[in-house]
């Protein structure tokens, strides 16, 4: 029985469809293709408060604001209190604030204020938080930026009692003007009266001289006349 030599050559394996190098990979953005929306810069970030108008709820004067923050653990001065009110370009006033042009105040919302106490702590505990353990060696830019910060809060505060000094010393000033102003005047009017009374008294005193003299140098027929005179003239009503 003869049997069939066995071929050696295979035929390839069916492994699919090639890939055409012509065919694309994906699909190509065009480069006229906008990447995202861009933001209009005109487009404000958020709605600007119209410093002109006031409020109800702007009532809390500068001072008060100062109070707030130094009762909350995190003193401000009141130079920093009237710089977050102000507008600084475009920037938004960090406070809701409004300026009386008539008493020359700010009057900053009770709610602007919250918010920005809430900042200044979460600020001062971060501070604290990232504060380096002892024995490592401190940061001297760090150092640096707090005691700066510190030298400018200190020379604020310095100014701001100084000013408080002076308002003091003017008014001491003007209060013993007046009061100076109003003994002289009291004592000007006690020396007025007493030379008043004074020259009342002398001339009362001269009045009955002359009396006495016109009856001493009048005849007696004169003087019974008079009296004559005197006695039949009715009382006036």
């Known amino acids: 029985m ?3 030599p066995q071929n050696d050559s295979r035929e390839p394996a069916n492994l699919g469809p090639m890939r055409q190098d012509s065919e694309s ?25 119209n410093a002109s108008e006031r409020k109800e709820n702007h009532i809390l004067t500068v001072r008060e604001v100062a109070r ?34 008539n008493e020359r105040k700010y009057y900053i919302t009770p709610q602007s204020v919250e918010l920005a106490i809430a900042e ?11 504060s ?6 401190p940061n001297d830019s760090a150092r640096a930026g707090r005691e700066g910060r510190n030298i400018e809060t200190d020379q604020e505060r310095v100014e701001e009692l100084e000013k408080e000094v002076m308002d003091l010393r003017i008014t001491n000033r003007a209060k013993d003007y007046f009061i100076d102003q109003f003994n002289k005047e009291r004592q000007s009017f006690a020396e007025e009266r007493k030379e ?12 009955g001289e002359l ?23 009715p009382a006036l009503s």
């Not at 200044?120 to 990232?130: H, L």
């Open 2 to 4: 003869e049997t069939n």
């Open 25 to 49: 990979f994906g699909t190509v953005p065009k480069a006229s293709e906008p990447f995202r929306t861009v933001r209009n810069d005109s487009e404000p970030f958020r709605t600007v408060p």
């Open 68 to 101: 707030m923050f130094e009762a909350a653990g995190v003193a401000r001065t009141e130079r920093s209190i009237v710089k977050w009110c102000r507008r600084l370009g475009n920037e938004v006033p960090r406070l809701d604030s409004y300026f009386d042009p």
């Open 120 to 130: 200044e702590q979460a600020k001062a505990a971060k501070v604290n938080a990232s």
């Open 132 to 137: 380096e353990p002892v024995g490592s060696v």
């Open 196 to 207: 008043f009374v004074s020259q009342l008294v002398s001339a009362n005193r001269r009045v």
């Open 211 to 233: 009396e006495n003299q016109l009856l001493l140098t009048e005849p007696t027929a004169n003087k019974v006349r008079r009296l004559e005179v005197r006695g039949d003239t």
